[in-house]
DNA sequence: AGTCCGGTACTGGACAGTCCAGTTCACGTG
DNA sequence: CACGTGAACTGGACTGTCCAGTACCGGACT
């Protein structure tokens, strides 16, 4: 089973991926019907069901093949760069990305969507928070780990001050966006939130 | 309509607004049926009918009975002490009960279950947020702010400094048991959170 | 002509909300 | 202390709807 060929076959799966990606994004696991999903893809159902045995498999297909997007921010981490003299606004480039990228609404809304339904799928929730998360957070402490080794901060346990880091940024803001609709947020409100972030941080630990 | 009156009505209301939470609490809105409500209650679902309109109203009167519970987590924060020798005694004392009120199962779910259903109840999430977490967040500021005044602390954005605060001591805990099942944590993990985040809080901000 | 594939109609089950016929309970009256 | 009365409650049947998953048919391509 190829997985992005350019068969009939492949196409139609893509095209089932993509609508039911959108349909479950905006509407939840239960509030998507699966003859919602064939209509959007323009696909009979007998088709999806041909790709997809069931409504699970499907859904679990989708939120899996998203934790493949934190690559870019693991490289973004793994590769900061260890100067004295601009550490602060590097860190504060990177507490920008890190906000850019987990306020976008789409990560948002899977954000959601993943919480929602961690209950009928605990595998997905747990996937999704060892793949996504905790694999940025680890990288942030060997990063964090590799300054303090130059003396550029203080650190003893790089583990909990990528904990700190991430915190410090990130509960406000995605705290907020879990209870209303998906509020968007301005440039300027994470450029707020990102230099007072890594304000406090550096107070804390240089 | 008294609410915790003694007559056979309020009992019944009583009971159905008890199974109701717990439903809820376990299955979610949409996993949770008013027959599976009726039968727990041990009364006829007609009588839940009778008390409440319709499904929704049930969900939503429950959900915004517990924002009451705050109040106690008010009075704490409001009441913190002044006292320059026990600074960071009396904060991991004061983390140490966040942390406890936060964690705890209930409370967990809970907060799973309306964020969940956000998009289905927005004014229900909006409420939650600003009756509980902001209300907290606000007196919280308030505090240090008079912590401040007293030369205790350095701080020129109180509400800012509080999300830190809370942000320091609550984004792993409580991202992560959103996307397990609800992992019980054990006391000395709760006490290490405390301390490590006041430690990181104080050295930023004192 | 045979084989595959997509569309449509169907099945079985769940569930919100309603209706009704009969029962229990609280309580004031004779 | 009986008795009657009205309100609240019960159990269950019923309607209309929605939906996951399946069966079947007709047309296209080979």
């Known amino acids: 089973?190829?997985?992005?060929?350019?068969?009939?076959?492949?196409?139609?799966?893509?095209?089932?991926?993509?609508?039911?990606?959108?349909?479950?994004?905006?509407?939840?696991?239960?509030?998507?019907?699966?003859?919602?999903?064939?209509?959007?893809?323009?696909?009979?159902?007998?088709?999806?069901?041909?790709?997809?045995?069931?409504?699970e498999k499907l859904f679990a297909e989708i939120i899996l093949a998203t934790t493949d997007r934190v690559d870019g921010m693991v490289d973004l981490v793994a590769r900061f760069p260890a100067d004295a003299d601009t550490l602060e606004e590097d860190?504060?480039?990177?507490?920008?990305?890190?906000?850019?990228?987990?306020?976008?609404?789409?990560?948002?809304?899977?954000?959601?969507?993943?919480?929602?339904?961690?209950?009928?799928?605990?595998?997905?929730g747990a996937d999704w928070y060892e793949q996504g998360f905790e694999r940025v957070l680890a990288t942030l402490?060997?990063?964090?780990?590799?300054?303090?080794?130059?003396?550029?901060?203080?650190?003893?346990?790089?583990?909990?001050?990528?904990?700190?880091?991430?915190g410090l940024l990130l509960w406000i803001p995605v705290n907020k966006a879990m209870f209303y609709g998906s509020p968007q947020y301005t440039e300027a409100e994470l450029d707020h939130y990102a230099t007072a972030g890594v304000r406090a941080f550096l107070a804390a630990y240089r």
């Open 1 to 55: 089973m190829e997985t992005s060929g350019h068969g009939r076959s492949a196409l139609k799966r893509q095209a089932i991926l993509e609508a039911a990606t959108s349909a479950f994004l905006s509407s939840g696991y239960s509030g998507t019907s699966m003859d919602d999903i064939a209509r959007l893809a323009a696909v009979s159902k007998q088709t999806v069901y041909k790709h997809f045995s069931d409504k």
């Open 91 to 124: 860190l504060t480039r990177l507490a920008r990305q890190f906000l850019a990228a987990l306020t976008h609404p789409r990560v948002l809304r899977l954000r959601r969507l993943v919480i929602a339904n961690a209950d009928t799928f605990p595998e997905l």
């Open 141 to 166: 402490a060997a990063t964090f780990e590799h300054l303090a080794g130059r003396g550029l901060l203080r650190i003893d346990q790089p583990l909990l001050a990528a904990h700190h880091f991430s």
